[in-house]
């Protein structure tokens, strides 16, 4: 669970040796004190970032604090309890989209109500405090998605007829998705288990055959046969890890610069004995250079996973991968 808190606070707008006044309730005297969000001081917009999790991770809701400050020359503190109320508040959104849109820049997304919640929005700024007691919203990090410009615009709306500093009493909170994070197992044993084509000769002594997909060297590539002849698709290529792991899903990159018979379609299967196989699902990859997690919907158990390209990028019968994971 991660939670942030923003404190800063503006130098300067508080003496220590500053006239108190006396604990009373708000007089048209308190004029020069204002109520703003504590996160809004380093700038309107800011980032937080998911980390998202696997299908076969533990379910987890990430939770971000907001709170109130009291900023006023006549108190070095609240002279009472301060109830404070925040809001998701989307009244200038179409404005910000706008300008972003003119700006080239994409339009920010409402966050799915099924992943997002804000249960409590009532705050307190205690007697002698300056901040108010902290408050969350929260993110579920299983349901969220990478690939989207989230955006999250909270405000607050009042704060117990105090007035509030209108350029600092909202924050849009700018959601940073990154995929989840495992561990890759040990690939200093493994072994090629099967593989239907590969390319013996024509890539060179030190290429193209499927051991290069688990070398570690990026240049280096498992390729289908092509020299003599292209045997159609599909094509796989299995893996012996040497022992049983609990396997939550593969790290996939394709041959670097080679869009044409990128992996389009992949089957994965595992096993424990190399015979008995169990589908672990079908995913799609992009034809990108970087690697592509594949993360399964459960964590299995196997010694072999096998995995088959059923449709590349061109629609070529040939296709590859530069190197072979799994975590």
């Known amino acids: 669970m991660k939670r942030i808190f923003l404190y800063t606070l503006f130098a300067g707008i508080i003496s220590a040796g500053a006239a108190c006044k ?102 307190v700024i205690r007697k002698g405090t300056n901040v108010s007691e902290d408050i969350s919203f929260g993110i579920n990090a299983r349901l969220i998605e990478e690939g989207h410009a989230y955006m999250i615009p909270v405000e607050i709306t009042a ?16 959601v940073k998705v990154t995929p989840p994070v495992f561990a890759e197992i040990d690939r200093s044993n493994w072994t090629i288990f099967d593989v239907d084509s590969e390319e013996a000769s024509g890539e060179g002594p030190n290429n193209g055959r499927a051991i290069f997909a688990l070398d570690g060297v990026l240049g280096t590539f498992w390729h289908t046969q092509w020299d003599g002849g292209e045997p159609p698709l599909p094509h796989h290529i299995a893996v012996d890890m040497q022992s049983e792991h609990s396997l939550s899903g593969l790290y996939l990159t394709a041959r670097q610069n080679a869009p044409n018979g990128a992996p389009k379609t992949v089957n994965v299967e595992v096993s424990t004995n190399g015979t008995t196989w169990q589908s672990a699902g079908t995913y799609e990859l992009e034809a990108i250079n970087a690697r592509q997690p594949v993360f399964f919907a459960q964590a299995f158990t196997a010694r072999y996973f096998r995995v088959t390209v059923t449709a590349t990028h061109g629609n070529t019968n040939i296709t590859f991968f530069a190197e072979i994971s799994a975590f």
Do not use: C
């Open 159 to 174: 704060a117990d007829g105090y007035t509030l500093n209108a350029a600092m009493a909202y924050t849009y909170f700018v």
């Open 22 to 123: 006396k604990d009373t309730a708000f007089s048209k005297n308190d004029a020069d004190v204002r109520v703003y969000m504590s996160q809004a001081v380093n700038g309107a917009f800011q980032d937080i970032t998911v980390n998202r999790r696997a299908p076969s991770q533990e379910d987890s809701t990430y939770t971000f604090d907001v709170n109130a400050f009291f900023a006023g020359s006549g108190y070095v503190s609240a002279p009472r309890d301060i109830n404070v109320t925040f809001a998701v508040d989307y009244t200038k959104w179409d404005s910000i989209n706008d300008a972003r849109t003119n700006a080239g820049q994409p339009a920010f997304e409402k966050i799915p109500e099924h992943i997002f919640s804000f249960g409590t929005t009532q705050s």
